[in-house]
């Protein structure tokens, strides 16, 4: 183990118990910077498209049960459920997508920052739960030099194995942007 790296284990927002503060400040700034990285040059209706069906082979070939879907708005610009996703899926792909849209930021970056202080975004009263979901999945389609213009939302999994989802996806898709620009 170098001197960077640290023995800590990694947040899980989905545990049970204490777990350390330091570790929480760490998934943060991962996802922060996660968030600072995935951005795109441009996004329509075809990238949608192509992000939904990278996202799809991706849980397909692991057999993930999950719905996907991509919107801009109230406009759906791509929606699967997959064999195994449930009503309950869109509903959580509708909280999830709205809370990313209201902070500009990711669904479960909202829920860890709402973790700091030892509490939780929905113990704070003016939280709405029948309307957001503090809970990973929603990662915010960021354009450089415009900022956010699209939400991109899996449901299915436990949380933060539905944001490493999506991180996965766009991080494909961004590189794939890439090439192809090169």
């Known amino acids: 183990m170098t001197e960077n790296q640290s023995s800590e284990v990694e947040f899980d ?8 503060q330091p570790a929480l400040e760490a998934l943060i700034g991962r996802i922060e910077e996660e968030t600072r990285k995935l951005q795109l040059a441009k996004f329509n209706q075809e990238d ?3 992000l939904g069906l990278l996202i799809v082979e991706l849980a397909t070939q692991r057999d993930m049960p999950v719905a996907v879907d991509i919107r801009r ?14 009503l ?3 509903f959580w792909v509708e909280k999830k997508a709205r809370t990313v849209e209201r902070y500009g930021v990711p ?3 909202v ?5 700091l202080g030892g509490r939780r975004m929905e113990d704070n009263a003016w939280f709405d739960e029948s309307a957001y979901a503090a809970h ?3 990662f915010p389609i960021i354009v450089r030099g415009t900022g956010p213009v699209a939400v991109v939302t899996v449901s299915g999994l436990p949380q933060k194995a539905d944001h490493e989802l999506v991180v996965e996806g766009l991080t494909k898709f961004t590189r794939r942007k890439k090439k192809a620009a090169a």
């Open 73 to 86: 708005g109230t406009h759906i610009l791509f929606h699967v459920s997959l064999p195994g996703a449930t």
């Open 107 to 109: 669904s479960l970056l």
């Open 13 to 20: 927002p989905d545990a049970s118990g204490e777990q350390s």
């Open 136 to 138: 990973g999945g929603a």
């Open 111 to 115: 829920s860890l920052r709402g973790r």
């Open 88 to 90: 309950d899926n869109d």
């Open 48 to 50: 949608a498209l192509a």
